[in-house]
């Protein structure tokens, strides 16, 4: 009787790409709970910040450190491990991955190596500052962080004429310099809101124009996470 080799397939896993809330813990999905709980590794921006979380949540599984600076050295370690059958959860320290977080070069990785990608819906911060700012969000540009310094000024002028709602991200250290350099270019009277600490205990979403808002912000120094919405050029004509 001849030896049978009996080969056994190994089924791929999944890269699960899992939003955190912003603010308020209560803002977690039952289902990314769910998925965090069951995934083998998960891979967190920083894994102090992800480690409060999960500990909150009761969630054990094994954490890696995935950021923007060791991403390229670490995604193709953990490519072989979702081909060899592990579910790898991704979580940044807030809101979804991948937007403005690291995410981007892991996914494209993922898809190019044919592993199924599943982007779990929740938390992004820019999404409620919006819909709260009383500016048009049928129609939107996402900007996220303005170049610190080289590139910035030209950034900024490209935009001038969008007529679409334009949206940022900015740190409170840098946000009066942004809101005075937009109402250099866009004009004084371009309507915007500044919306900070989304979904925590001191949330505010101050509106106006820019040159209202940069009288505001020169007195009352901004705290917390920021979002800044711009209405676009077409608004100034109505």
């Known amino acids: ?52 979380l999960l500990k909150h949540f009761d969630i054990q599984n094994r954490l890696m450190s995935h950021h923007k600076f060791n991403e390229h050295g670490t995604s193709s370690a953990v490519i072989e491990r979702i081909l060899a059958g592990q579910t790898v959860a991704l979580v940044s320290d807030a809101g979804t991955p991948g937007i403005s977080d690291p995410g981007f070069f892991l996914v494209r990785e993922a898809v190019k190596a044919g592993i199924k990608v599943e982007a779990l819906p929740g938390a992004t911060a820019f999404v409620p500052a919006l819909v709260a700012s009383g500016l048009p969000c049928d129609r939107f540009c996402f900007e996220g962080f303005l ?72 007195t009352t120094g901004p705290r917390g996470e920021i979002v800044v919405i711009v209405a676009g050029k077409t608004l100034d004509k109505e």
Do not use: C, W
């Open 1 to 52: 009787m001849k030896n049978k080799t009996i080969i056994f397939a190994i089924e791929m896993g999944t890269l699960f790409l899992v939003p955190t809330p912003v603010g308020n813990l209560e803002d977690m999905t039952f289902r990314a709970i769910r998925v965090l709980r069951e995934a083998d590794i998960i891979l967190a921006e920083d894994t102090r910040t992800s480690g409060v």
């Open 147 to 218: 170049p610190q310094k080289k590139g910035r000024t030209t950034r900024i002028e490209n935009l001038k004429d969008e007529a679409r709602t334009m949206i940022f991200y900015e740190s409170p250290y840098r946000l009066l310099k942004m809101l005075q350099q937009f109402a250099t270019v866009f004009g004084n009277d371009r309507q915007a809101s500044v919306a900070r600490e989304i979904s925590k205990l001191h949330e505010e979403s101050v509106r106006g124009t820019l040159e209202e808002l940069v009288r505001h912000f020169t």
